[in-house]
């Protein structure tokens, strides 16, 4: 089992809007290393819930990668913000997976105290700028994560 980091927007697509949907496409993805990111990812990882653009950012929750290789739907439909008119349904290019709620954390982990806990090769969530939406975790760094967060 791998674990990710995986940041949204809480007003865009929240843990809350996760834990009321149960499951959801993490689609919208138009950053080829993400998207790579993702095409690596099995089932059975855990990712890490981060919001981002918020105040204060940090991790807020956990979810399971329950399916993968999914076409991303929104990449075909005109009328979405992620529509790619260079993508088709015989070529796609950009995929996406499903992830499952696990739960949230009783309190959030901002990325001031990510900054303080870790460097940069440890977690690059951490890094100055960096504003890759999925990340890996290495594992010692996950461990060390679960530790300071606490149970779900």
């Avoid at 993508?87 to 303080?116: H, I, K």
Wanted: hydrophobic content about 40%.
């Amino acid at each position: 089992m791998a674990f990710w980091l995986m940041k949204s927007e809480p007003d865009v697509y929240g843990i809350q809007h996760l834990q009321q949907d149960g499951t959801t496409l993490w689609d919208g993805i138009r950053n080829y290393q993400a998207r790579n990111f993702m095409r690596s990812m099995a089932i059975g990882d855990r990712a890490f819930f981060y919001h981002s653009n918020a105040k204060p950012p940090g991790i807020v929750g956990m979810m399971e990668v329950v399916e993968t290789g999914l076409t991303d739907p929104s990449q075909f439909d005109p009328t979405n913000k992620y529509f790619d008119p260079k993508s088709n349904p015989e070529q796609p290019r950009w995929d996406c997976v499903r992830l499952r709620y696990m739960g949230t954390f009783n309190e959030l982990l901002s990325l001031d105290a990510l900054r303080e806990q870790f460097s940069v090769e440890e977690l690059p969530v951490v890094r100055q700028g960096n504003r890759l939406s999925i990340l890996p975790v290495p594992d010692a760094s996950a461990q060390r994560l679960l530790e300071l967060l606490g149970s779900l």
